[in-house]
Structures are given as C-alpha cells and as structure tokens.
C-alpha cells in the first residue's frame, strides 16, 4: 500500500446520501451532537438516489382517519402471502404518520383537502395510503438543509467497496474508493448503516440500453455485496422485485397517480384485467399473462378521461421522478388523450421498495453483523417504499447512536485491509483487459436469460456455472482511468447479486408471490415446508448458502377471509368496466 | 486481448454558446448521478464523455445558463 491510502476516523458512518442516508445522518447527529458522523455518496447527495429529481407522492402513508398501523400491517402481510417480520412492519406504520408531520416540517408539500387534512387516495386492495405530493420535485433540496444545520459531513464521489471488521465480528472500518482520482479511503469506524438502495442493474432493460434500469443506476447492489461478504444475512432475495413500466422507458405506468383519477391498466382491448394495480406480485403475474397472451400486450389507458384530469397527471408524471417521459411520449407521438401507452414488465431487481427482498434487519433497523444498520430499498422490509426509507433510516439513525454509547468496536484487520487495496486497484493495471461494460453486459445479458420469471431450475444452474466462469475471469477487468474502476467495482458486485439470485431462487423450491418466484418446475405455493424466510449468507467455510428463517408468530391476526384477497385480483370477463 | 473505441451517439447535448464551463462553472459536471460529464479539453465546454445516462435531468434543470438539453438516447426512442 502507498499513499494512496488515507486513514480517517468517524463515530458513525451512513453509505449512500439518497432517501434513507440522509434522514439517517440527522438523525445520529441530533441525537448525540458530539459525535462525528460521515454521510459518504458514490455521486452528490444534492442529486442522488432513487429520488434525485423528486417523488410525485407517499404510496404507503399510515394517517389517523385514513387508515390504521394495525390494518397497514395486514394489508402487507397478505400482500405478501403471509411471509413478513410484523414487528418490523408495525414499528414502521407506527412511525409513518409522525415522519409525514416532521418532513412536512421541514418544508415538503403533502396534498391537502379545504379544510386542511391530507389528501389521501385508495390504490391499495384494501385500505387507503396513497397522499399526493405535486411540488414533490424540491425533496432532495429540503433533505440537503436538514443535512447542514445538523452539521453531517459529507464526503460525495466515494464509492464503499468494503466492510471490516474487528477480531471480534464487529464493525469496525469501511474501504472506499475516490470515483474521480486513484486515491483509496480506510475509515475506522464504530458503526456503519448502509442506505446503498436496491440492486437495479441485476436484469437488462427491455430497451438494451444498460443505463436504461427502472432504478437509478448507481443502485448497482454495492450494499447488498458489501453486507455478504461482511457476514450479514440477505432475506427472500428470490422475491425479485419486477414493476409495470412504459414500453421502453424505465418510468412506472403510474398506478399510483393515474388510478385514483380514473386511469387504468388495459389489454389490447381497452379492457380492464386486474382489479387493483397496486404493485404486487399477484398483480405482477396478471400483468404477466395479459401481456404474453393473445389480449396482449398491456397498456394505461387514460385516453377516457377530461380534458383537465389529463392535463393534472401530464403536469404531475412530466415535471416529478422521472420528468423526461414527457420528452419520450411526444418523440413517438403518444398523447394520453388520444392513444394508450404502451407498458411492459421491467428487468429484474432486488428492491424492498416495491418488493420484499433485502439485507435482513430487524424492527430496529439492526443487521445479523454487530454494529452494521441498514435501512430503505437494500433492506428487508417489504414494499416500504420512500417513506418507510425515511422511517428507518431514522430509526437506524437512533439505534446507532444508542448501540455506540454502550460499547466500540476494536480496529479493523490489517490484512483484510491489503485485500481490499489490491481488489480495489487491480482494474487500473490491467492495460489489455476486458472493459467494465462489457462484462457488466453479458452478466446481465445472462441473468436475463437464465433468472428472468417464470424461473426453470435447470436454465438456473447453467446461469450459475456461467457465472463462475465470469468469476474467475473479474481480475482480467481494466479500467482506463477512476470513473472506470468505478464501473468494474460496480461489476463485481453486480456479479455477486447475480449469484445471490440464483441461489436464493434455487433454494425456495416453492411458487411464491405471483410472478417474482414463479418456479415453473415446483408450480405450487408449499405453506407446509416453505413458509419461512429464506436467508442467504456467506458461512465460515466461504460459501454461499441459505438457511429458513420461521416468521414470528403474528401480532395482527390475519383472518381466513382476508388472507387470499391478493389471489383474486384478476376481472373476469363480463365484469370488466 | 487488445481494445478498441466504437463510436457512439450521445444523448446530453451542450450549448457551447451557452455553458460558462470556462470561467469555472462544474453544476452539471456536480450534480449527475453517474459522474458521466467532464470538461472537454479542446473547448473549455462541459460534455458526455461516458455513454451511461439515466437521462434524469438534473444537469438540464440546475445548468444556470439553460445551455444543456437531455435527449431520449437513441435506444430507447
């Protein structure tokens, strides 16, 4: 090791300034002023994440006179055919309301009726949690003051490659790379919170374009890569995350916008299928069906709609999230008024956004590895969407602090320490190699092919054995200069999630949760031997295995008649409208 | 095995007229996610220089000249 390598010391380290991050830094620092506390961004936390250009609303508010924790909590669980940590889903609904209240606070405009309460829509099957945000494009800048007057350094353009640990399996250090210069980063550290986002450059976008994800494509599964290696325990990772999006466009239908002012999802009659488009994997497989059948293909139909209902969703879905879809429709000629849209499923991911795989945490925000948190769409609580990243990122923030104050971890393995230097530089002194994005294509070329649903066992072992040779040849990557070593540290992990897909989707020998693991070859749901967690981790001998976790026993009891609300969402025919 | 460039069509397109990228301005080069605008050394003017655009707009909308426009890239247009 050379200069290159510089050593810091923070109290609290939170990797990724997205959603999560951010409300997790503010957190940690009001909680305990004294300490020190790095907020470390791969890009620049004034415009990063899932959220850089804004969010068009809330789609899981939990507000008094709308809807309850305790019905929240249902709602999800059968959502998500009943394998869920319903503590952890309650300590987020319970949380959710007072989260609105502070970030309203702070500035973010929620929609709201005359007489002052909030707008709140019905989207879900059940209940009501959909709250508008029209000038929701100014999040980030709000988040960025909050991040100021709490005093949270930040360090942007540093990409985390590694967590070490002390002699005794705590968190102790985190490796980082500069993704502008050669210089490499050891930051001893008492705790860690990984805020990394999903994993959304696992599949490739229908469009062929790499860059083209429904997740913003720094989200390259840095975190759920750094958490295995570090001992950490991955959930349900074969609940791939797969969304309804824009034929070509990676931006959503909207369901969450256009449904509650009259839109819908439509085959290639202008039929309504499904009853309910929020975003499930019951949903998914409707979609599924409908889009490869001799109806398809599925398209949002709106052109039903006046003139001025039309002109608010154009006004919300142009200028929010994704504001160039605008820009995309008038380029091929689609108006809303005149023409459906053309949709299609997105590639695969890990996302506890919209589904419910994810580094495993508890209702504490608490990983499997002492002193590693994590919190928003790498984690595992399922469809917790932007404000359940905020709900735990704070509550990661708090149990941090709190986990500090009684005990510190030891210093980080010297060792590990030169591993990491050398994988970290290994890219730069390849001159004859081959170049980051055209490993990173073929991996996700064939994680299309072979992990893509419906899931067949054997396509999932040639898929693996594919993968290991691409293993073998990750030392052969070469960078050009720091922007590509980014991209071939963003191969490596890509690399591992594509393993971690396989594995996990080879170890549930079930159907489970519609189209995310729908296994052609074990074609039924098995509550009898497969109604558990299942969790993937690194054991002592290195290998990647899994293990079943059983779901806690309910606190909010799920009634015989709820329970299979979610398996009957199809409209059968005469009954469309 | 040995590397060669193909050429490929860009979406962000910068208005060299426009962009203050010379007297010091970096907003864009700051503010995108996937780090893919650089200063381009034969004009002084900001530019892609790597083809991996989530075509997001944060460059377009923060550029305090208006010099920078976003294009669909041409895959998926």
Not at chain 1, 290 to 295: M, V
């Amino acid at each position: 090791m050379d200069d290159s390598l510089q050593r810091i010391e923070y109290d609290l380290v939170v990797i990724g300034g997205g959603t999560a991050g951010p409300m997790a830094a503010v957190t940690a620092k009001l909680r305990n002023p004294a300490l020190k506390v790095l907020l470390l961004e791969k890009a620049d936390v004034h415009r990063s994440g899932a959220i850089c250009m804004g969010m068009d609303g809330l789609n899981n508010a939990v507000i008094p006179g709308h809807a309850t924790p305790e019905q929240y909590v249902r709602e999800i669980t059968v959502a998500n055919d009943g394998i869920v940590e319903q503590s952890s889903l309650l300590a987020y609904a319970e949380r959710s309301s007072g989260m609105i209240r502070q970030l309203d606070g702070w500035g973010v405009q929620f929609q709201k009726t005359g007489s002052g309460d909030y707008d709140v829509r019905k989207v879900h099957h059940l209940g009501e949690y959909v709250l508008p945000m029209p000038q929701g494009h100014n999040v980030k800048k709000i988040l960025y003051r909050q991040l100021k007057r709490a005093r949270v350094e930040i360090e942007n353009r540093y990409q985390a490659t590694r967590l070490l640990k002390d002699a005794d399996g705590r968190i102790a250090g985190v490796f980082a790379v500069s993704t502008r210069t050669e210089q490499t980063l050891l930051i001893k550290t008492g705790a860690v919170i990984l805020a990394t986002g999903a994993a959304g450059r696992l599949g490739l976008p229908a469009s062929g374009y790499l860059f083209g994800t429904y997740e913003n494509p720094t989200n390259s599964g840095d975190g759920h890569a750094m958490a295995y290696h570090a001992g950490a325990e991955l959930a349900n990772l074969e609940c791939f995350q797969i969304n309804p999006l824009i034929k070509d466009y990676n931006g959503p239908a909207c369901a969450y916008v256009t449904s509650p002012l009259g839109g819908y999802t439509a085959n290639a009659h202008g039929q309504r299928f499904i009853r309910c488009d929020y975003w499930s994997g019951q949903m998914m497989l409707e979609f599924h069906h409908e889009l490869e059948g001799g109806n398809g293909p599925v398209f949002l139909k709106l052109d039903h709609l006046a003139e001025d209902t039309i002109a608010e969703i154009e006004r919300v879905l142009h200028t929010n999230e994704r504001p160039s879809r605008g820009r995309f429709h008038e380029r091929r000629g689609t108006d809303y008024r005149e023409q459906m849209v053309e949709m299609h499923i997105s590639e695969i991911g890990f996302c506890s956004g919209h589904s419910a795989s994810g580094i495993w945490i508890d209702r504490h925000g608490r990983t499997t590895v002492p002193g590693l948190y994590a919190a928003g769409d790498a984690a595992s609580v399922p469809h917790n969407y932007m404000l359940g990243a905020f709900v735990y990122g704070a509550i990661c923030g708090e149990s941090a602090i709190d986990d500090l104050a009684a005990g510190r971890a030891g210093t980080p393995d010297e060792d590990e320490i030169a591993a990491e230097f050398e994988r970290a530089n290994q890219a730069l002194r390849v001159a004859d190699g081959i170049p980051p994005g055209q490993m990173e294509y073929k991996i996700r070329r064939l994680v299309n092919d072979y992990l893509q649903p419906p899931k067949i066992t054997r396509k999932m072992q040639i898929g693996l054995e594919r993968f290991e040779e691409i293993r073998e040849e990750l030392p052969g990557l070469s960078a050009a200069d720091p922007h590509e070593r980014l991209r071939a540290l963003e191969v490596h992990s890509i690399l591992d999630c594509a393993e971690m897909a396989a594995r996990a989707s080879l170890y549930r020998q079930e159907s489970r949760w519609g189209l995310y693991h729908l296994r052609v070859d074990h074609p039924q749901r098995d509550d009898d031997n497969w109604f558990a967690h299942s969790m993937l981790y690194k054991d002592a001998q290195g290998r990647m295995v899994s293990r079943k976790r059983p779901v806690e026993p309910y606190v909010i009891p799920i009634e015989e008649r709820e329970r299979d609300a979610y398996r009957r969402l199809r409209v059968e025919v005469g009954a469309a409208h | 095995m040995p590397i060669t460039v193909n050429r490929v069509s860009v979406p962000v397109v910068v208005d060299d007229e426009k962009c203050i990228a010379d007297k010091g301005c970096r907003v864009c080069i700051e503010v995108c996610p996937l780090d893919v605008l650089r200063i381009n050394p034969a004009s002084g003017k900001a530019h892609m220089r790597y083809d991996e655009c989530w075509y997001c707009l944060p460059c377009e909308k923060d550029c305090p000249t208006g010099a920078v426009t976003v294009n669909i890239p041409y895959l998926l247009r």
